[in-house]
């Protein structure tokens, strides 16, 4: 009776649409695609961030393995880029003996955060994509950025000026290089990508850099 069971034609049929469907809804994957950005005197350039978006493949809900935080300490926001999926909470923990006023002019995100001291902490929701300009309004010279992204493949480039990102589906690509200072409309670059059943993708990128006065 069981032998019966286990080669009946229900169950053969049963069995293959499962493994059809299986195939159908699990995406190839692709390894790795490794972006060096340098500028256009050849030096690495740190702090760039590269985006992929993959047309037709639906991504799940981005987690970024670093903490959603911007510190504020040495009159100084670190990191200087931070990288967040849309609909982040971002923390700003003050570091300093001083006093901050943590605000943004930028369109994805206009706020505010007034005056704050030691060890105190405020938070904001980023719920649209694009760069947001941070500054201070008592410290002219801090300076930083929240990169907002719809995509949870996202990466930032190193001291190396080497970016990576894992897990993306084969095919066709649309991938982006933005760095705040980049002569660039919208302050990147993008190009396409070919992305194989497996293994890694290597690509290099020069963006023109133009340093705040």
Same mark, same amino acid.
């Given at each position: 009776m069981l032998g019966f069971a286990r080669h009946s034609p229900v169950m053969k049929r049963t069995v293959f649409a499962l493994a059809a469907a299986a195939a159908i809804t699990a995406p190839a994957q692709a390894g790795t695609l490794e972006?060096?950005?340098?500028?256009?005197?050849?030096?690495?350039?740190?702090?760039?961030?590269?985006?992929?978006?993959?047309?037709?493949r639906t991504p799940a809900a981005a987690r970024f393995p670093w903490p959603a935080q911007v510190t504020q !300490?040495?009159? !100084?926001?670190?990191p200087?880029?931070?990288?967040?999926?849309?609909?982040?909470e971002v923390s700003f923990p003050n570091k300093d003996k001083v006093r901050h006023h943590v605000y943004s002019f930028s369109k994805p995100k206009k706020f505010?955060?007034?005056?704050?001291?030691?060890?105190?902490?405020?938070?904001?929701?980023?719920?649209?994509?694009?760069?947001?300009a941070l500054g201070c309004n008592i410290h002219d010279g801090m300076t930083g950025f929240v990169k907002v992204?719809?995509?949870?493949?996202?990466a930032k480039t190193d001291e190396r000026g080497v970016a990576r990102v894992a897990g993306l589906?084969?095919?066709?690509?649309?991938?982006?290089?933005?760095?705040?200072?980049?002569?660039?409309?919208?302050?990147?670059?993008?190009?396409?990508?070919?992305?194989?059943?497996?293994?890694n993708v290597a690509r290099s990128i020069s963006l023109p850099i133009v340093p705040p006065r």
């Open positions: 972006i060096s950005v340098r500028d256009t005197a050849g030096k690495p350039l740190r702090d760039a961030v590269v985006t992929v978006h993959a047309p037709g !300490q040495d009159i !100084q926001f670190n200087f880029v931070l990288v967040v999926p849309v609909g982040a505010e955060l007034k005056l704050y001291g030691r060890e105190d902490a405020r938070t904001v929701k980023f719920d649209k994509a694009g760069a947001v992204v719809d995509t949870p493949w996202a589906p084969a095919g066709q690509a649309s991938v982006a290089v933005w760095h705040p200072y980049a002569r660039l409309k919208n302050n990147e670059s993008v190009l396409a990508v070919s992305l194989p059943p497996s293994g």
